[in-house]
T-cell receptor, first 113, second 110 residues
């Protein structure tokens, strides 16, 4: 049973470049979450989708961040343009329904130079 | 959501039980206690959750005090692979928000 899949696992880019992170939730799960983890701020929820619709994006730090979920099996988190302070580990999680247990992917480690 | 307090770090000998405490003195009646762990460089892994009764699964046991103001996660026979940061989270029933604190860094010693 495949868990949440994220790609790439590691990304190194230069400031100003566009970065796209990808997530495939667990099959059958209706809710998808994007988190960011840094040493300073810990794990923070960025955005939450239910049935492919963004419900809460209050955690998205700036307009440079955007997320989409075109179908039930795929989501992207895009940063354009990227900045060094965006360096972090980005996790995607999914759950069967909104209030059910969330299962996390392995994360994408982003370094913006 | 209620806040949780956990010791920053603990050590445990391999093969012994690891007992990780969590205080959540402001918890309300419809809030669940969740435990996750994060092994270095991996995503948070779900361990167990409960409302007021004690719970057990293949990974761990969760003991919640009768007043629900604190709980203990028990790993019955800790192994080196259990070395991780353990997060205690209180989540309101029907909501999706997890508030991750700083957790307890458990080190299992050979």
């Amino acid at each position: 049973d495949a868990g949440v899949i994220q790609s790439p696992r590691h990304e190194v880019t230069e400031m100003g470049q566009e970065v796209t992170l990808r997530c495939k939730p667990i099959s059958g799960h209706n809710s998808l979450f994007w988190y960011r983890q840094t040493m300073m701020r810990g794990l923070e929820l960025l955005i939450y989708f239910n049935n492919n619709v963004p419900i809460d994006d209050s955690g998205m730090p700036e307009d440079r961040f955007s997320a989409k979920m075109p179908n039930a099996s795929f989501s992207t988190l895009k940063i354009q343009p990227s900045e060094p302070r965006d360096s972090a580990v980005y996790f995607c999680a999914s759950s069967y329904w909104t209030e059910e247990t969330q299962y996390f992917g392995p994360g994408t480690r982003l370094l913006v130079l | 959501d209620a806040k949780t307090t956990q010791p920053p770090s603990m050590d445990c000998a391999e093969g012994r039980a690891a007992n990780l405490p969590c205080n959540h003195s402001t918890i309300s009646g419809n809030e669940y206690v969740y435990w996750y762990r994060q092994i270095h460089s991996q995503g948070p892994q779900y361990i167990i959750h409960g409302l007021k009764n004690n719970e057990t699964n293949e990974m761990a046991s969760l003991i919640i005090t009768e007043d629900r103001k604190s709980s203990t996660l028990i790993l019955p026979h800790a192994t080196l692979r259990d070395t991780a940061v353990y997060y205690c989270i209180v989540r309101t029933s029907g909501t999706y928000k997890y508030i991750f604190g700083t957790g307890t860094r458990l080190k299992v010693l050979a």
